[in-house]
C-alpha cells in the first residue's frame, strides 16, 4: 500500500478532510511506553482502502481535524485490540472514537483464538508481520524504513479484515452483539495509574501485613520519583518481584540486601541506598501510622448462592462449547457471582444487573433464567 507521511498541519487538514468523506478508515497508534514513564503517542497510521497516511505528532502543532475525524460517527475507525489506543486519545488529546470496529473484539465473536493482528494478517493473507518492532521505541527519528513498513502493514489489511470478520459477523447473526462490545469500549478513558498509595495497584499488597505495606509502599514511591527522573518505565528501575523481597525481607545494611539478592550488582549501587533508607523509614512508623489495604467487605457465605454460582458456570461452559464462544467473554465470574446473588426472574431483570450487557441476554437469558431455578428448563 503507498503511503504519505503528514508533517504539517496544513497536510493534515487536507487528508483529515478527504477521510471526512470516507465509509471506514482503519486506525492505529504507536506508542513509546516500553521506553518512558510518560508515555505518549509518537505516530498514528490511518489507511483507507486506498492509501496509508502516517502522522507525525511531534511535528503537528493543531490536532483537531484528526480529532474530528475519530469522533465523526459517519466515518467507521477500525481498530484492532482498540482498548489502549482509546485510553492513549484521550490521555494526549481529550479524544473520543465514535463508530467503532475492534477486529480483535469481534473475534471473540466468532470463537477465535489466536486474535493477534499478525496471526489474523497470516491467516486470511499469508504475510508474515514481524513482532520486534512492537517493542521499538517509536520516538525516536528518523524512523527507519523498516519501521515505517511495519506501521504501514499494521493499518494496511484493515479494511479487508474487516469486510471478512463483518460478513462472518452477519451470517452468525452476532453482528449487533459485536457493535454493543464496541460503543462499551469507545467509552473506556485514560486511568492514571500513579495515584497514592501505589500499593492500591501492586499485585500481592492485598495479603501483606501493615508493617510490610508501609515498606512497600516506600519503595514504590521511591521506585516512581527515580522513574520520573529518568523519564524510564518502572520496570527498568526495579522489578515488581524484587520489591516485593525488599518489602517482605526488609534488609537495613547492603550487606543484608546483598544476601537476599533482590537487586543486581548494578541497581544496588544505583538504588541501594535509597533503598534501604524507604525500608528503614517504614520499619521506624508508629503503628498507628502503618497503612492498611483497603478491604472489600464480603457477604457472609451463603451455600443457596454458592451452589447457583456452580450451576451458572456449568450451564457457561456448555453453552461456551455449543455457540463457540470463550466462557469467560461469555460470561465472566464477577458477573456470574452478582447474577446468582440478584437472582432475575425475567430478562428484563437480568438486564439490569451491573455489566450484563443486552447480546448476553439474547443470547442466554433463558438459559441463565431457568438455571436459576424459574420456567421450564
Not at 508515555?39 to 483507507?48: F, G, R, T, V, Y
Not at 504501514?152 to 452477519?170: K, N, P, T, W
Not at 500499593?199 to 514504590?220: I, P, Q, T, Y
Not at 461469555?330 to 447480546?359: D, F, H
Request: with cysteine.
Amino acid at each position: 500500500m503507498k503511503y504519505k507521511f503528514i508533517e504539517s498541519d496544513e497536510e493534515l487538514k487536507d487528508v483529515c478532510d478527504g477521510l471526512l468523506t470516507e465509509k471506514r478508515i482503519g486506525v492505529d497508534l504507536e506508542a513509546d511506553s516500553m521506553h518512558c514513564l510518560k508515555e505518549k503517542i509518537c505516530l498514528i497510521q490511518i489507511a483507507s482502502a486506498r492509501e496509508a497516511f502516517l502522522i507525525d505528532p511531534f511535528e503537528i502543532k493543531e490536532m483537531t481535524p484528526f480529532i474530528d475525524v475519530l469522533e465523526n460517527k459517519d466515518v467507521m475507525k477500525v481498530f484492532h485490540g482498540a482498548d489502549f489506543d482509546i485510553r492513549s486519545l484521550d490521555r494526549d488529546y481529550q479524544a473520543q472514537v465514535n463508530n467503532l470496529f475492534d477486529t480483535e473484539i469481534a473475534c471473540r465473536f466468532l470463537g477465535i483464538k489466536e486474535r493477534g493482528l499478525g496471526a489474523l494478517i497470516k491467516r486470511n493473507f499469508n504475510v508474515d508481520v514481524d513482532k520486534k518492532f512492537q517493542k521499538v521505541d517509536w520516538a525516536k527519528r528518523p524512523l527507519d524504513q523498516e519501521m515505517i513498513e511495519y506501521s504501514v502493514g499494521d493499518v494496511a489489511y484493515l479494511d479487508e479484515l474487516h469486510g471478512i470478520i463483518h460478513a462472518r459477523l452477519v451470517e452468525k447473526g452476532r453482528l449487533s452483539w459485536a457493535k454493543e462490545e464496541f460503543e462499551i469500549q469507545a467509552k473506556v478513558r485514560y486511568e492514571n495509574n500513579h495515584a497514592f498509595p501505589l500499593f492500591v495497584k501492586f499485585k500481592g499488597a492485598g495479603k501483606m501485613d501493615n508493617r510490610s505495606l508501609a515498606v512497600l509502599e516506600n519503595l514504590l514511591q521511591a521506585r516512581l520519583l527515580i522513574a520520573q527522573k529518568k523519564d524510564q518505565p518502572l520496570f527498568k528501575i526495579l522489578s515488581n518481584p524484587s520489591l516485593m523481597t525488599l518489602a517482605h525481607e526488609k534488609p537495613v545494611t547492603i550487606d543484608q540486601m546483598m544476601t537476599i539478592r533482590a537487586l543486581s550488582k548494578k541497581q544496588m549501587d544505583m538504588y541501594g541506598n535509597l533503598c534501604l533508607d524507604a525500608i528503614i523509614k517504614a520499619k521506624n512508623l508508629e503503628h498507628k501510622a502503618l497503612p492498611s489495604y483497603p478491604k472489600t467487605p464480603r457477604p457472609r457465605k451463603d451455600y443457596q448462592v454458592q451452589d447457583r454460582i456452580e450451576r451458572l458456570k456449568k450451564m457457561r461452559e456448555k453453552l461456551s462449547a455449543s455457540i463457540g464462544i470463550e466462557p469467560g467473554f461469555l460470561l465472566n465470574n464477577m458477573v456470574i457471582s452478582a447474577i446468582a446473588v440478584k437472582k432475575p426472574s425475567t430478562p428484563e431483570a437480568l438486564l439490569k444487573i451491573e455489566n450484563v450487557r443486552q447480546w448476553q441476554v439474547e443470547a442466554m437469558g433463558e438459559k441463565i433464567i431457568s438455571t436459576l431455578g424459574y420456567g421450564k428448563s
